[in-house]
């Protein structure tokens, strides 16, 4: 798998924080410390975004610009389930997050999913906010490296009995060892590219 290269554009802890939209984007969303960031910096083949194990690491949005063919923005959701994190600054959050969905339209949600633990109640709300957003969700598990793979198969279709239904295929990855990858890229420039050319081309001279 080539990485793309990417660079972030801007950071955003607060709405007014938001830039005008330049390139289609791809939403990252998913419980804290699922593996949003170090998925990012798998596909962008670089340490962009901050890894941490102490779940609640990214606090803000963060907007990356990705050189591939069709270029592409995409954005890094500060994770939910954030227990650490004091109820004034969850509520904080979730003001940046909603001022976000309002301000644009994204093609595309990948939402993480860690694949020892399937979709929570949290995940299940997440899925519904984005279907009354019309928004299409790829459901991409991460962290398959702690499941063997001979197992991987039964995990899957056991989420698939307890009702996991999705309209695209899941996606199994694993950051660590660079598993899914190829796959994932494949999946979201098919969805950039399913933007009319012209709507990307329009926006391309607004970057700010
Ligand atoms: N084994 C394994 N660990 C991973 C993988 N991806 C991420 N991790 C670990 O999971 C922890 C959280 O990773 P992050 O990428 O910071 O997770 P995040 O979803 O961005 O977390 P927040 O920013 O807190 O919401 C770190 O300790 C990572 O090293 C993976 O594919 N396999
Ligand atoms: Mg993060």
Redo the contacts with the bound molecule.
Sequence with gaps: MNPWRGVLRTTAYEAPQIPSLALPEIVIA?????????????LLGAKV???????????SINFFDVSATPPFCLV?L??YG?AARSRKERGSWGVVIERYFELRRAVLAVQ?VDFRHGLLGNDRQLESFFEALNLPVCVVF?????IAPTKRAAVLSGYRREGFRTTLEPVL?????RDGLETLQETILGWVARQAPSEAEESAPRRC
């Excluded at 998913?30 to 798998?42: D, E, F, Q």
């Excluded at 975004?49 to 606090?59: D, E, I, M, Q, Y």
């Design positions: 998913g419980r804290s410390n699922v593996g949003k960031s170090s998925l990012i910096n798998a975004a901050h890894v941490s194990g102490t779940p609640g690491k990214t606090r890094d500060p994770g954030f993480l991460t962290k398959v490296d702690k990855v694993s950051s660590l060892r």
